[in-house]
């Protein structure tokens, strides 16, 4: 199985600060690389597909990067409703994986 | 537009079995795979398998090997997901989500709260 590394695990921030999340395989997944978020009580949502793709709908501030084994989430300027826990997952190969997640909180 | 609607909370005894369900609207059906991932309380997300609607195959992880069953019914556009022989650690919140792409999810239900206990 692939096993998906996120760091950190959790981190303090301020509205209007640049976050990154990264995550990395333990081989090599190309660009089969996507981000959720995920508030308290809800489904996750899915903010990148492949690794740089933004989804339909969410805010540029969002975007990902990296190929091979590591990976980058970047929030360009954090936002009230970005206060959240993020997950990258691979879909390079079955079983899907997701990283252990990393919790966004206001500082 | 997309909608994965749920079946309820439900409470089971060791050993017994849940079977969630997984009702789609707003697209057609077969034409996406759906998939199972669940989360403990307070954990991450952990991915349980998926279902081809139109062909009803099927792909588990080898962890819930022999105790799940995903299945389906096109004429009602309903997806299920059965886990038996439950434990205590099998509580958790269990989704449904849609695949579109490569295996990434944009659609999910909003979630089936299983708790088991004695």
């Known amino acids: 199985d692939i096993q998906m590394t996120q760091s950190p695990s959790s981190l303090s921030a301020s509205v209007g600060d640049r976050v990154t999340i990264t995550c990395r395989a333990s081989q090599s997944i190309s660009t089969y690389l996507n981000w959720y978020h995920q508030k308290p009580g809800k489904a996750p949502k899915l903010l990148i597909y492949a690794a740089f793709s933004l989804q339909s709908g969410v805010p540029s501030r969002f975007s990902g990067s990296g190929s091979g084994t590591d990976f980058t989430l970047t929030i360009s300027s954090l936002q009230p409703e970005d206060f959240a826990t993020y997950y990258c997952?691979?879909?390079?190969?079955?079983?899907?994986?997701f990283g252990g997640g990393t919790k966004v909180e206001i500082k | 537009q997309v909608q994965l609607v749920q079946s309820g909370a439900e409470v089971k005894k060791p050993g017994a079995s849940v079977k969630v369900s997984c009702k789609a609207s707003g697209y057609t059906f077969t034409d996406h795979y759906m998939h199972w991932v669940r989360q403990a309380p307070g954990q991450g997300l952990e991915w349980m398998g998926r279902?081809?609607?139109?062909?009803?195959?099927?792909d588990y992880t080898q962890k819930f090997q022999g105790r799940v069953t995903m299945t389906r019914d096109t004429s009602i556009s309903t997806a299920y997901m059965e886990l038996s022989r439950l434990r205590s650690d099998d509580t958790a919140v269990y989704y449904c989500?849609?695949?579109?792409?490569?295996?990434?999810?944009?659609?999910w239900g909003q979630g089936t709260l299983v708790t088991v206990s004695s």
């Open positions: 997952q691979q879909s390079y190969s079955t079983p899907l994986t």
């Open positions: 989500a849609r695949e579109i792409g490569s295996s990434q999810f944009d659609y």
């Open positions: 279902i081809n609607p139109n062909t009803g195959d099927t």
